[in-house]
């Protein structure tokens, strides 16, 4: 009898176990874009202002030089200030809507996405080229936030949920896998 107690003991040891399965984890390699960091996307950036210049001496210096208009007033609500600011604003609304990247970004090879969907739409890329560049101009530290973010994202790429990518650069990422028994993938988490 007592025997028959020291069995039914372990079988309720071993059903505990059974239910309790501690679960079993495996690592995966991912290859993901690697994002942008702040230098490149600093010359991309210069190189955007070069060609802005260019196209405002180009079309905008002559039509207010024939009108002798002034073009080197330093107040914002001057006419050509105005429209210089709207040529700024719609080159890279328009050159990042159509093709994800400026000419800069081009040359550097590196393009804009979006974190929550697959094209970029006009009410993101005005909340990013607007508001956002708005606020990282005028306020320069927000910008160098690109270096320190873990996606490289500068305050404009937190107000529209984007980030800027290298277009043939990827890093390896590894992910944890949790499997128990033999169900198949039940979670991911990344780590480092």
């Known amino acids: 009898m ?6 039914e003991g372990q079988e309720r040891v071993t059903l505990e176990k059974e ?24 010359w991309a950036y ?16 002559p039509v207010f030089g024939i009108l002798g208009m002034e073009t ?41 996405v979006s974190l929550k969907q697959e094209k970029l739409t006009w009410g993101t890329l005005l909340f990013r080229e607007w508001i956002g560049r708005f606020l990282s101009v005028t306020i320069l530290p927000l910008y160098w936030l690109v270096g320190f973010t873990p996606l490289k994202q500068g305050v404009h790429d937190f107000i529209a949920d984007t980030t800027v990518i290298h277009e043939a650069s990827y890093r390896e990422r590894k992910v944890r896998v949790e499997s128990v028994g033999r169900n198949e993938l039940q979670q991911t988490e990344a780590f480092d």
């Not at 007592?2 to 069995?7: F, G, K, L, R």
């Not at 079993?24 to 600093?42: C, D, H, L, M, N």
């Open 2 to 7: 007592a025997e028959d107690v020291h069995n």
């Open 19 to 42: 239910r309790h399965v501690t679960p079993q984890y495996s690592e995966t390699i991912a290859y993901e874009r690697k994002p942008a960091g702040f230098w490149v996307r600093f």
């Open 46 to 61: 210069l190189l955007d202002v070069a060609v802005i210049w260019g196209i405002t001496s180009i079309l905008l210096k």
């Open 72 to 112: 080197g007033g330093t107040e914002w609500y001057a006419p050509y200030a105005i429209l210089s600011a709207i040529l700024f604003y719609s080159y890279f609304v328009l050159m990042t809507k159509f093709f994800r990247q400026t000419l800069g970004k081009m040359v550097m090879g590196i393009q804009v």
